[in-house]
């Protein structure tokens, strides 16, 4: 069929399940310091980001790291040409957000390469992340115009991977359940030109 699709936008969803990595971010929560959350941005979402400053949360669960890194790599894989496969793949930033009854998040992007959300806790209805079409023209458009935003529910595991220019929002959290998600800013290096 001679119909081709230029300028798609990549999501990448997958789950990690490993036991261990909740663990560990159930520590890290259970002794993170009452100084280390703060609601910085326009809404009221308990984070680890600060302006200003570096955000590594990521540096206190390194099997999380490696598990991201690999999810980076197989969503690249699928996205880049094979000539562009040989770069280096860095966290640049990470922080962790809990979201309580009535918390949401405004629509934004992120500054880096791509961006990675894992959720820790959720219980489903906490929340969905709904990304925009970063197309107003596409939106307007008669063929294209069906697709205005798409949405995921949040669950356990899930690890989500999307350009970071692309705009998202996390709908209201309505319930007395606290989602908690880990957010990663990761860089690619010395990608091949084609
Ligand atoms: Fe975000």
Not at 40 to 62: E, L, Y
Not at 89 to 99: G, M, P, V
Not at 104 to 120: A, G, L
Request: hydrophobic residues 35%; glycine residues 2%.
């Amino acid at each position: 069929m001679p119909v081709e699709y230029f300028f798609p936008t990549p999501i990448y969803h997958s789950f990690i399940k490993n036991d261990v990595i909740h663990s560990q971010i159930d520590y890290l929560i259970e002794n993170l310091q009452k100084d280390e959350l703060s609601s910085p941005w326009f809404d009221n979402v308990k984070t680890t980001f600060r302006f200003n400053t570096t955000n590594n949360i990521s540096n206190r669960i390194p099997l999380l790291e490696k598990e991201v890194k690999n999810h980076c790599t197989l969503y690249l894989n699928e996205v880049l040409s094979r000539s562009q496969q040989d770069y280096e793949l860095n966290i640049l930033e990470s922080w962790l957000n809990i979201s309580n009854r009535n918390n949401f998040q405004h629509y934004h992007s992120h500054t880096s390469d791509i961006s990675v959300v894992f959720y820790h806790q959720t219980n489903e209805k906490d929340g969905d992340i709904i990304f925009s079409n970063p197309s107003l023209a596409s939106r307007l458009n008669k063929l294209t115009m069906q697709i205005d935003t798409i949405r995921y529910m949040p669950q356990k595991g899930k690890i989500i991977i999307f350009p970071s220019f692309l705009e998202h929002a996390v709908n209201m959290n309505e319930t007395d359940h606290p989602r908690v998600s880990i957010a990663f800013n990761v860089g690619i290096n010395n990608i091949q030109n084609i």
